[in-house]
Structures are given as C-alpha cells and as structure tokens.
C-alpha cells in the first residue's frame, strides 16, 4: 500500500481537507487554534499592559483557557480513539530517524504543564482579583505567573509546530 492509500484509508483523514499535509483534522484544527491562542494571548497582554483593560483581559484570559481545554480534550479524544497519527507520520524523512518522536517528548514537556500551568494563573487571579480585575497587592505575583504561563503557551506551540512540521509536512 502506497502512502497516500495510507492517508486516504484513514476514516478520520476524509475531512482533513485543511491544509494539505498529511495530518488529520483535528492535528490541523489544534495546529491552527494554537495560532490563534498565541494570537488573542498577546492581544490581550497588550489590553492590559497598554490600555488598563482589566476586566476585557480576565474574560479573554478565561475564554482562551476554557477554548484551550475544550480543544484538548477533543484532541486527546481524537488521537486516543480515532487517529493513527504515527502512520499518517511514517512517510516522513524523520520518522525512521527518530527525529519526530524526540520533537513530540520535547513538545509534550511544554505541552503537559501549561494548561496546568494556565489554569492555576486563572484559578489564582480570580481568587485575587475576582471578577473585578483591578490591580492590588497581588498584582506583581500575576504579572510573573502571567508571563511564565505566556512563555510556556508560545513554547507549547513553537514545539507543536515543529513536531508537526517533522511528522506530517516534510517529504
């Protein structure tokens, strides 16, 4: 069986009609909504940080992190039940060397803490914010809860980029 039989045998492959690489479609949808998370993530630091929005910032921080859920637990899903994702990644030139599986362990050490990490950030600010959401003595403790979460969310992606670089797009 060729590769692209491979890839169009795959019941769960019949819709990936979104990018044009060898990824499923819910690796496509979770590798676009990590652009988009890392995009209104910094949109709504720089509310915040620029323009004094606090409470627009906390509903945004809530929503991205209930959308982040939401979207891994249905990849999760996907992935366990549905989704072969190392057949769609063995015709890869770096499956067989190892390169795709040292790219997903690097990846799932940022991708693992973070929306625990994220979480925690929410739980803790709400407890000392509330709904409010105006600064007070805890302020400072967010700020360096807020940038660790940030930091770990772009590296989360950046890693999830490259393993899906290396797995479903190089030749």
Same mark, same amino acid.
């Given at each position: 069986?060729?590769?692209?039989?491979?890839?169009?045998?795959?019941?769960?492959?019949?819709?990936?009609?979104?990018?044009?690489?060898?990824?499923?479609?819910?690796?496509?949808?979770?590798? =676009?909504?990590?652009?988009?998370? !890392?995009?209104?993530? $910094?949109?709504? &630091?720089? #509310?915040?940080? %620029?323009?004094?929005?606090?409470?627009?910032?906390?509903?945004?921080?809530?929503? =991205?992190?209930?959308?982040?859920? !939401?979207?891994?637990? $249905?990849?999760? &899903?996907? #992935?366990?039940? %549905?989704?072969?994702?190392?057949?769609?990644?063995?015709?890869?030139?770096?499956?067989?060397?190892?390169?795709?599986?040292?790219?997903?362990?690097?990846?799932?050490?940022?991708?693992?803490?973070?929306?625990?990490?994220?979480?925690?950030?929410?739980?803790?600010?709400?407890?000392?914010?509330?709904?409010?959401?105006?600064?007070?003595?805890?302020?400072?403790?967010?700020?360096?809860?807020?940038?660790?979460?940030?930091?770990?969310?772009?590296?989360?992606?950046?890693?999830?980029?490259?393993?899906?670089?290396?797995?479903?797009?190089?030749?």
């Amino acid at each position: 069986m060729s590769t692209d039989d491979a890839v169009i045998s795959c019941p769960c492959n019949l819709l990936a009609a979104i990018l044009p690489t060898r990824g499923s479609l819910m690796l496509d949808v979770i590798f =676009l909504a990590t652009f988009a998370i !890392v995009v209104v993530m $910094a949109i709504s &630091i720089y #509310l915040v940080r %620029f323009r004094r929005k606090y409470k627009l910032h906390a509903r945004i921080q809530v929503a =991205l992190c209930v959308v982040l859920l !939401v979207a891994i637990t $249905a990849f999760e &899903i996907d #992935l366990r039940f %549905f989704t072969d994702w190392r057949s769609l990644a063995r015709p890869s030139p770096f499956y067989d060397t190892g390169w795709v599986d040292r790219c997903l362990l690097v990846h799932l050490c940022f991708a693992v803490p973070t929306p625990l990490l994220w979480l925690a950030t929410i739980i803790l600010a709400l407890r000392w914010f509330g709904w409010n959401a105006v600064p007070n003595r805890q302020s400072a403790n967010h700020r360096i809860l807020g940038r660790v979460s940030a930091i770990a969310m772009v590296m989360t992606t950046v890693t999830g980029w490259a393993f899906y670089y290396m797995a479903f797009v190089a030749k």
